[in-house]
């Protein structure tokens, strides 16, 4: 299987800071990456499919990069909406795993 | 409105049974992949298996093969998870997901995420 890790586990910010959440594949998937945020007592909402593509209706604000083994999530200004909890996820090989999460929190 | 809607959760014993649903609208749903995922109180997410289309495939995660079938019934709209043998860690709130292919790379590749998903069904274990 593949494994997914991501940091950090928790991360504090401002209104306005500009964020990045990592994360790693054991093995390479290429771009088959997803993003997913997840408030408390919701179900995940995606945000970002293929590594970088950003889905229709998600703020511009996030982006996303990497191929490979590594990735990266990246909020440009950390608005009150997003303090949230994020996760990646690897579509390359079933089973589809997902990373144990970033924590955003407001500092 | 496209939803997804999942019931049949509860409380049960260890080594007990369990059939949770998820209904589906809004969208031709006989021709998504579907999936579960599951998620333990203050966890992160764990995927749980899917099921093709046609229900010909279906994949799970280690901790439930030979325990778990996902199943579909495209005349209803419906998707179901059988949980026997269930244990104290399966104890968590169960999502249904609809998983959509999309094109990158100027379609060369298509990648899978869970575009829509439901609002979860708790499932407890124990005694």
């Known amino acids: 299987d593949i494994q997914m890790t991501q940091s950090p586990s928790s991360l504090s910010a401002s209104v306005g800071d500009r964020v990045t959440f990592a994360c790693r594949a054991s093995h390479s998937i290429s771009t088959y990456l997803n993003w997913y945020q997840q408030k408390p007592g919701k179900a995940p909402k995606l945000l970002i499919y293929g590594a970088s593509s950003l889905l229709s209706g998600v703020p511009s604000r996030f982006s996303g990069s990497g191929s490979g083994t590594d990735f990266t999530l990246t909020i440009s200004s950390v608005q009150p909406e997003d303090f949230a909890s994020y996760y990646c996820?690897?579509?390359?090989?079933?089973?589809?795993?997902f990373g144990q999460g970033t924590r955003l929190e407001i500092k | 409105e496209v939803q997804l809607v999942e019931s049949g959760g509860g409380l049960v014993q260890p080594g007990g049974s369990l059939r949770l649903s998820c209904a589906a609208s809004g969208f031709t749903f006989s021709t998504y992949w579907m999936s579960w995922v599951r998620q333990a109180p203050g966890k992160g997410l764990e995927w749980v298996a899917n099921i093709k289309q046609d229900g010909s495939e279906k994949y799970y995660v280690d901790s439930v093969r030979g325990r778990f079938t996902v199943s579909r019934d495209n005349a209803k709209n419906s998707l179901f998870l059988q949980m026997n043998g269930l244990r104290a860690e399966d104890t968590a709130i169960y999502y249904c997901?609809?998983?959509?292919?999309?094109?990158?790379?100027?379609?060369?590749?298509?990648?899978?995420?869970?575009?829509?998903w439901g609002q979860g069904t708790t499932v407890t274990v124990s005694s």
């Open positions: 996820q690897q579509s390359h090989t079933t089973p589809r795993t």
């Open positions: 997901a609809r998983s959509f292919g999309y094109c990158i790379n100027g379609c060369y590749s298509v990648v899978f995420a869970l575009d829509v």
